[in-house]
């Protein structure tokens, strides 16, 4: 395996030696800053409650992000295939996505209640925007020399958007797809704080409360965890569907 391969593996360990050592020559408290070697002990200790929030945060944020990818995908289309529509949505979907959607939270809980509706919808909120914007992007920027050619070859309007426009849309939608299920996971943790009393949000609330650091870093890391290997299957994926337009950063 080529050094690149492990550069981020060797930064992670690095960076966990020198937060062990740091604790260990200052002498800091674990109410203030635990090491790894606690966080890594509280998690074994707790590991069937940190994995049982873990797994409802996990379904949930997969849900909400599912909803964002049809969503995101249908605005998408909808705006790169339309001049009218891209000039009229588009500024109006950039000051939505400027509001702080933790401010939502007590809103979707008057609306559908604590539990899991306000943190699935908190969870599309926050990550529909990048895979609209990202298809839109695509579609929008086509050629007009090739839709031209294509349009003397008899293609029609469908034709350009379903055969070329979105085949050539997939490297921005596989992009936007990595950066949006980091967001869904901050969604849904940012709604378990507040409006929930199951995930891992929710933990880091009750171990905080209760002076636990130990406990609350052990679940930042599974959250952190759980983002990253959604984030590597998605550049699995997007490496075996895409790899046309990678071919030249191959080496």
């Given at each position: 395996m080529?050094?690149?391969?492990q550069?981020?593996?060797?930064?992670?360990?690095?960076?966990?030696?020198?937060?062990?050592?740091?604790?260990?020559?200052?002498?800091?408290?674990e109410?203030?800053?635990?090491?790894?070697?606690?966080?890594?002990?509280?998690?074994?200790?707790?590991?069937?409650?940190?994995?049982?929030?873990?797994?409802?945060?996990?379904?949930?944020?997969?849900?909400g992000?599912?909803?964002?990818?049809?969503?995101?995908?249908?605005?998408?289309?909808?705006?790169?295939?339309?001049?009218?529509?891209?000039?009229?949505?588009?500024?109006?979907?950039?000051?939505?996505?400027?509001?702080?959607?933790?401010?939502?939270?007590?809103?979707?809980?008057?609306?559908?209640?604590?539990?899991?509706?306000?943190?699935?919808?908190?969870?599309?909120?926050?990550?529909?925007?990048?895979?609209?914007?990202?298809?839109?992007?695509?579609?929008?920027?086509?050629?007009?020399?090739?839709?031209?050619?294509?349009?003397?070859?008899?293609?029609?309007?469908?034709d350009?958007?379903?055969?070329?426009?979105l085949?050539?849309?997939?490297?921005?939608?596989?992009?936007?797809?990595?950066?949006?299920?980091t967001?869904?996971?901050?969604?849904?943790?940012?709604?378990?704080?507040?409006?929930?009393?199951?995930?891992?949000?929710?933990?880091?609330?009750?171990?905080?409360?209760?002076?636990?650091?130990?406990?609350?870093?052990?679940?930042?890391?599974?959250?952190?965890?759980?983002?990253?290997?959604?984030?590597?299957?998605?550049?699995?994926?997007?490496?075996?569907?895409?790899?046309?337009?990678?071919?030249g950063?191959?080496s």
């Amino acid at each position: 395996m080529k050094l690149r391969n492990q550069a981020h593996w060797i930064l992670l360990v690095l960076i966990l030696g020198i937060w062990q050592s740091l604790c260990g020559l200052f002498d800091v408290s674990e109410f203030i800053f635990p090491s790894p070697s606690r966080i890594a002990q509280q998690f074994w200790e707790h590991h069937m409650v940190i994995l049982g929030h873990a797994w409802r945060t996990w379904w949930v944020t997969m849900l909400g992000f599912a909803i964002s990818i049809v969503v995101g995908v249908l605005l998408g289309c909808l705006m790169g295939s339309s001049k009218l529509a891209y000039s009229a949505m588009y500024p109006l979907m950039t000051g939505f996505n400027a509001l702080p959607k933790a401010a939502f939270v007590p809103i979707l809980v008057v609306w559908f209640g604590i539990g899991v509706g306000p943190a699935v919808l908190t969870a599309f909120l926050i990550s529909f925007f990048p895979i609209m914007v990202n298809i839109a992007t695509g579609l929008a920027t086509l050629e007009p020399e090739l839709e031209d050619v294509l349009r003397v070859l008899g293609a029609r309007r469908t034709d350009v958007l379903w055969k070329v426009g979105l085949p050539r849309s997939m490297p921005y939608f596989f992009g936007a797809l990595k950066v949006s299920i980091t967001l869904a996971f901050v969604g849904t943790t940012v709604s378990e704080m507040t409006a929930s009393n199951e995930g891992i949000g929710y933990l880091l609330i009750s171990a905080g409360s209760s002076m636990q650091m130990g406990l609350a870093f052990a679940g930042l890391v599974v959250v952190g965890a759980m983002a990253m290997a959604m984030y590597e299957f998605f550049a699995v994926v997007e490496r075996r569907m895409t790899g046309w337009a990678h071919r030249g950063s191959q080496s």
